[in-house]
Nanobody, 124 residues
């Protein structure tokens, strides 16, 4: 059974940085297609980043050049470094596993498992 646990959320001022982490069990994060999603209350989920087993990444335009997805293999952890945060980045962030096609196109239908999320609040 795959379980994912996110941490690292909190409150930060616009322009600041946060690092989110996602520890996995029942899955080898090093080789899996992994991603980060976010959801603003009352709005649809947004896929923001993914990394496949080869290390190839894909980003949504909303976070490109500001957020970086990476793996910490020794800890079986997926991380998200978020810089230059904006108030519109305020959301609950989830990490997820997906089938290979998810890492190609960030389509929700290819998601498999996700965690409970961690809340990020960015104030202006």
């Amino acid at each position: 059974q795959v379980e994912l646990a996110e941490s690292g959320g909190g409150s930060v001022q616009a322009g600041g940085s946060l690092k989110l982490s996602c520890v996995g069990s029942g899955v080898s994060i090093r080789w899996a297609c992994m991603g980060w999603l976010r959801r603003v209350a009352g709005q649809p989920r947004e896929s923001i980043e993914a990394i496949d087993g080869t290390g190839e990444t894909r980003y949504s335009d909303s976070v490109k050049d500001r957020f970086t997805i990476f793996r910490e293999n020794g800890k079986n952890t997926l991380s998200l470094q978020m810089n230059s945060l904006k108030p519109e980045d305020t959301a609950t962030y989830f990490c997820a596993t997906g089938r290979r096609d998810y890492c190609r196109g960030l389509e929700f239908r290819y998601l498999e498992t996700w965690g409970r999320g961690t809340l990020v609040t960015v104030s202006s």
